[in-house]
């Protein structure tokens, strides 16, 4: 057996380690699922830390109503063939209220689908630790995140009171009220998660592979057209082209790129050579300089 | 053209994501402050293997604008920075993480600040990395600083370091400077507990002997500073030899399946191998290594595993398996070096937790001595606040498995938990003292010193009742020394003002409770351990104990304090030489001893150690035994155990 192993097998044996101690530490952990190509692998290394058991704990989607159709499928399909316990929770409120990817402003669109809605499970389930597949490479303040991202009873996050974490000690006391977010990916980079999707084969949700779609162009973003609810210009028809996703979000949202890469080592090529970071496809970030750090403050991941 | 772009030239895809598959992981940190051009390092090392994406570059090109300290170029040192108050300030102030690769390695930057106060981010940084860059100015050369850096580095255990010396530019790359501060890093890093160090000249702003060898420094042959990182040799680094697996969770998916999961925290583990379980120390055989990639024969630290063994074994997380042939130290009593992470300094009456591999367990902590971080030599401390270092005992209420820091970083290494905020307020490395206790030592059983929840009746009220501070004064010397003597004299001494002193005299002790025991040393040890097990009962109720023993060996009288506790123990060598001590001998033991019909005996045919900083020494040879009493009097009354 050789001294050293592969930085692949050292990433998946610390994401292993820090899922078994939330398992074991935490009353009432949740793993998020949004069907994202971070949350299959995590959703796979969650499998293995508990092989020949299941996951103990169940899965989160935050439904906006407005994810890809695709998604869903990929969603219910995953949720079966591993017989995980999904739990599905819609900001009802929002939606009664009329809030839409359209009219509201993507600033307080995603404040009330995604981050009220997540906020609402987590209550109503007295979820004490949640999984997310965020990385420290994403973004400029994640950088500095901890592995135990702790919480405030309403669940904000402070920058300059988090715990420091040593080795692979995590420190999982909690007061009443409190919780914590845990980032089992936080050392993985995007190109580690491609790598690794291809070593262990994890099934990915169809629309990172290049297929014709009908899109239409919102510069400087081509949108998928994914359903009838989405608004054309009076006598726009969607174009068919070749197009692929980066990352997966609500579809009225998230940019296409024209993309021949129909297979897994294609797509890692062109991740490779394309220098785009990784989140500019998504609306979400663009708005104001910061403005994660400011999300993670009042309660995103 | 990045390594990725010219790879794609030569081969396709396929054969590049295969050879990607066999990259290591190697995990550093940058010690240095602003000044000494760190973030500048890190932005250089991201920015020439092409880590950086075009937005995020054009990012820093309008920033450089805005916050730049460069004059217009590309201020590579803005790519690292984070927060958006930290970043306005142009500072870093926190660990932050950085990622980029190259075609032989994956590397994880823990970029930390320099300051003195962020001794604690510092140390975060460095507990899970193997490599340090150390930033020297090569206009400053070695500063108290640079020192600072090493010394956490060397604390935390890090066995590599990179001695950067930075800014060349500025000393119109003159090797001599090069050579210069080598030579006085060098003379310093022999204090150092670090095996590999090595020495670049580099410019960070100018790229000189970051990724390509500088042409302004043709004297210099040992190849730029990410050839190093990609070639320094790891493999060794962690501890291969010695299996220990801490539990994290009993996996029991069906009637037919009982598995202990965890990660391997040292060694490897074979199917078939005989392991040992702490605390019970039952021993069984491994029956199938288990991972969801299917069963292995075989498994070595780091892999998370699961084990099932050979018998129905009742284990629990927090439990440790671990080899037979070379088990950890199992105990309560430790002691470890502790940096203090928390705005909230020690507090002496606070409760503490300590988190070590996947137990946790009440503690005390007791400062021995503080570490002067600049020097690494030990000073006086008035409490332990954060950013300081300090030697402690540690005593935690439940046994814990554990090897030195030094010898096992993964089973060295804990952390201290307020109880009260939860806050994880300091960590710990475990040093190689010899006071530890193996799994079989009756040491080792010892309570901690909670052991009096039960009685209704404080120590207070018994001091208040007796009118007396509790402690136990340990007579020891050879035999004929006066141990007895003076003993007896002392007790009558305090008895007439009015205290309650009783007298464990070593031979009474022998004919009771340690009838069982010879005179080999385990077995002194053995007698020692009862007596002061005796006395710590009569003090924790408030009596003052006589101990009237030989106790030949330092470490046990050492023992025997921690057992007390430091501030209830008093140490009183009777310093009468051998010759004075065999002429009061009138049961003629000696001769017996010196004719060799009693095989062991201290000053004779085994040693006695004197003791190096006893509280009072009293030559009984020089004094009358009234005078000798006299003296442990005032000792007792300077320590404020009597008025």
């Known amino acids: ?301 | 053209m990045t390594a990725v772009e010219t790879f794609l030239q030569d081969e396709d895809i396929h054969s590049y994501l295969q050879r990607n598959q066999r990259k290591e992981l190697l995990r550093f940190l940058t010690c240095g402050s602003v000044d000494d051009g760190k973030s500048t390092l890190i932005g250089r090392l991201l920015h020439d293997t092409k880590t950086i994406y075009e937005d995020q570059l054009a990012a820093v090109k309008r920033d450089s604008v805005r916050h730049g300290t460069t004059g217009g170029d590309v201020d590579l040192a803005l790519l690292t920075d984070g927060l958006k108050a930290e970043r306005e300030q142009g500072i870093t102030i926190d660990v932050a993480y950085r990622f980029f690769s190259t075609a032989k390695r994956k590397f994880i930057i823990a970029d930390t600040p320099g300051h003195e106060q962020y001794t604690r981010n510092m140390a975060t940084g460095a507990s899970t990395c193997q490599l340090a860059i150390i930033l020297v100015d090569a206009r400053y050369g070695v500063l108290p600083q640079t020192r600072r850096h090493s010394f956490i580095c060397s604390l935390l255990g890090i066995q590599h370091l990179v001695v950067t010396i930075n800014k060349m530019d500025l000393v119109g790359y003159s090797e001599a400077r090069f050579n210069e501060i080598k030579t006085q890093y060098s003379e310093f890093a022999a204090k150092l507990d670090i095996r590999d160090i090595h020495f670049i000249p580099i410019s960070a702003l100018k790229g000189d002997n970051i990724v390509e060898s500088s042409a302004h420094m043709p004297w210099y042959k040992s190849g730029p500073l990410l050839n190093h990182l990609e070639t320094v040799h790891i493999a060794s680094d962690r501890n291969m030899a010695d299996f220990r697996l801490p539990v994290q969770l009993v996996l029991r998916p069906d009637l037919n399946f009982r598995g202990f999961a965890g990660s391997i925290a040292s060694g490897r583990v074979r199917v078939g191998d005989e392991v040992m379980i702490l605390p019970s120390s039952r021993k069984t055989r491994v029956k199938s290594i288990v991972t969801a990639d299917g069963d292995l024969t075989e498994a070595q630290c780091p892999m998370p595993v699961v084990l099932t063994l050979a018998e129905e074994i009742d284990i629990s997380r927090g439990d440790v398996i671990t080899d037979v042939e070379n088990p950890p130290h199992f105990g309560h009593d430790f002691e470890a070096n502790l940096v203090w992470l928390n705005e909230k300094p020690f507090d002496p009456d606070g409760g503490y937790l300590i988190k070590h591999g996947t137990r946790t367990a009440p503690t005390t902590l007791n400062i021995i001595h503080g570490i002067d971080v600049n020097t690494l030599e030990s000073k006086s401390l008035d409490g332990l606040h954060l950013n300081e270092v300090a030697r402690c005992e540690i005593s935690t209420t439940t046994p814990l498995a554990f090897d030195p820091y030094k010898k096992n970083r993964a089973t060295g290494a804990f952390i201290v938990i307020d109880r009260q905020t939860s806050n994880t307020v300091a960590c710990g490395m475990i040093l190689d003292s010899d006071l530890q206790a193996g799994p079989t030592d009756p040491w080792a059983t010892v309570a901690g010193h909670e052991g009096r929840a039960r009685s209704q009746i404080s120590l207070q009220q018994r001091e208040r009742r007796l009118g007396q501070k509790p402690g136990t004064i340990l007579l020891t010397g050879l035999t004929g020394s006066g141990k007895a003597t003076l003993a007896f004299e002392l007790e009558k001494r305090l008895f007439e003002l009015g205290k309650l002193p009783v007298v464990l005299h070593g031979l009474d002790l022998r004919r009771q409770i340690a009838s069982d025991l010879g005179f080999s040393a385990d077995d002194r040890s053995e007698n020692l351990r009862r007596i002061g097990g005796i006395a710590r009962i009569l003090n924790d109720n408030g009596v003052i104990a006589i101990c009237a023993v030989l106790a030949p060996l330092a470490s046990v009288r050492q023992r025997v304090k921690k057992l007390l506790g430091a501030d209830r123990y008093l140490e009183v060598y009777l310093s009468a030489p051998l010759e004075v001590c065999k002429s009061r001998d009138q049961a003629g033991i000696y001769q017996l001893a010196e004719a060799g019909k009693i095989k062991v005996f201290p000053g004779i045919s085994s040693p006695y150690e004197v003791p190096e900083s006893p509280d009072l020494t009293v030559p009984t040879h020089e004094l009358t035994v009234a005078e000798s009493v006299d003296r442990i009097m005032s000792l007792l009354q300077d320590r404020g155990w009597i008025d």
């Not at chain 1, 169940?58 to 316990?85: C, M, Q, S």
């Not at chain 1, 939606?95 to 995603?110: Q, W």
């Not at chain 1, 999982?172 to 409190?178: H, L, Q, T």
């Not at chain 1, 009076?234 to 990352?247: I, K, L, N, S, W």
């Open chain 1, 1 to 301: 057996m050789p001294q050293t192993m592969t930085h692949l097998k050292e990433l998946e044996a610390e994401s292993i380690h820090i899922m078994r101690e939330v398992a074991s530490e935490f009353e009432r952990p949740v793993m998020l699922f949004s069907s994202g190509k971070d949350s299959s692998v995590m959703l796979h290394l969650a499998l293995k830390a508990f092989h020949p058991g299941k996951p103990p704990f169940p899965f989160l989607h935050i439904d906006t109503t407005w994810d890809f159709k695709e998604v869903y499928a990929f969603r219910d399909r995953v949720v079966a063939k591993y017989g995980l316990n999904l739990l599905v929770h819609t900001n009802m409120d929002a939606i009664r209220a009329g809030v839409n990817p359209f009219d509201s402003g993507s600033v307080k669109y995603t404040h009330n689908m995604n981050l009220q809605g997540l906020l609402q499970a987590l209550k109503k389930y007295k979820f004490d630790a949640a999984f997310g597949g965020a990385r420290r490479e994403e973004e400029k303040s994640r950088a500095k995140e901890r592995i135990f991202s702790f919480r405030d009873r309403h669940y904000q996050w402070d920058p300059k009171n988090q715990r420091p974490e040593m080795w692979n000690i995590y420190n999982a006391r909690i007061n009443p009220g409190e919780s914590i977010r845990v980032f089992p990916l936080s050392n993985w980079t995007e190109l580690d998660i491609w790598q690794y999707i291809f070593q262990e084969n994890i099934e990915l949700c169809p629309l990172y592979f290049a297929a014709p779609r009908p899109v239409v162009r919102r510069d400087p973003q081509l949108i998928y057209v994914n359903d009838a609810r989405y608004p054309l210009a009076a006598g726009e028809t969607p174009e068919v082209r070749q197009v692929r996703f980066r990352t997966l979000g609500c579809y009225p949202l998230t940019g296409a790129i024209e993309s021949q890469a129909d297979t897994l080592p294609k797509i890692i090529e062109e991740m490779l050579l394309f220098r785009q970071s990784e989140r500019a496809g998504r609306a979400i970030d663009h708005d104001e300089q910061g403005s994660m750090e400011q999300k993670k403050r009042e309660g995103y991941f």
